[in-house]
T-cell receptor
Framework: AQSVSQHNHHVILSEAASLELGCNYS??????LFWYVQYPGQHLQLLLK??????LVKGIKGFEAEFIKSKFSFNLRKPSVQWSDTAEYFC???????????FGKGTSLLVTP | DVKVTQSSRYLVKRTGEKVFLECVQD?????MFWYRQDPGLGLRLIYF???????EKGDIPEGYSVSREKKERFSLILESASTNQTSMYLC????????????????FGPGTRLTVL
């Protein structure tokens, strides 16, 4: 069965620390990859996405993610986190043959001052 | 800006009641989706619709139905609410394709937190 797994459920970092959130998927064929973020009290919004081309994609607020096809991974990174990055982060995958997104269970990030 | 609105932010209902959750989008998107979000479980797809009057079951359709009579509106119906349907319900919409032959970005509403007593 197709699945998306996020390695860390809860992450606590100090401001200015580097961030890497893992995401692995099990899908056959062409995939489309997304990272969504949900800030406290706000709705889910797109952080970045990968459909094709350069496997290193840049998103909003200094985030980037790298698609490594051989590892079935799409890890999210940020070199220096800020307190305002405190949020829940969701990795999601869809295939070209489907419309719906399959979400991971999410990673809750807390950035302390 | 894409706007997806949901009829209520908070809703409290009693077991056995029929519950309607409404979602409206203003971007002429073909696709609309209903998810539920539970702590530790992420988002799970309940139903989606790719056209008016068309619907497809998602991963957890049991106990739910949907209606899409107009392109901009997608309703989720709990025929007989139960306590295990207490959850945050998220509506999303997207274009059919991004133009690159792939499903497009989904835009989410603010969610409805439903409590069933």
């Amino acid at each position: 069965a197709q699945s998306v797994s996020q390695h860390n459920h809860h992450v606590i970092l100090s401001e200015a620390a580097s961030l890497e959130l893992g995401c692995n998927y099990s899908y056959g064929g062409t995939v489309n990859l997304f990272w969504y973020v949900q800030y406290p009290g706000q709705h889910l919004q797109l952080l970045l996405k990968y459909f094709s081309g350069d496997p290193l994609v840049k998103g909003i607020k200094g985030f980037e993610a790298e698609f490594i096809k051989s590892k079935f991974s799409f890890n999210l990174r940020k070199p220096s986190v800020q307190w305002s990055d405190t949020a829940e982060y969701f990795c999601a995958v869809s295939s070209n043959s489907g419309y719906a997104l399959n979400f991971g269970k999410g990673t809750s990030l807390l950035v302390t001052p | 800006d894409v706007k997806v609105t949901q009829s209520s932010r908070y809703l409290v209902k009693r077991t056995g009641e029929k519950v309607f959750l409404e979602c409206v989008q203003d971007m002429d998107h073909e696709n609309m989706f209903w998810y539920r979000q539970d702590p530790g479980l992420g988002l799970r797809l309940i139903y989606f619709s790719y056209d008016v009057k068309m619907k497809e079951k998602g991963d957890i359709p049991e106990g739910y139905s949907v209606s899409r009579e107009k392109k901009e509106r997608f309703s989720l119906i709990l025929e007989s609410a139960s306590t295990n349907q207490t959850s945050m319900y998220l509506c999303a919409s997207s274009f059919w394709t991004s133009g690159e032959g792939a499903p497009d970005t989904q835009y989410f509403g603010p969610g409805t937190r439903l409590t069933v007593l």
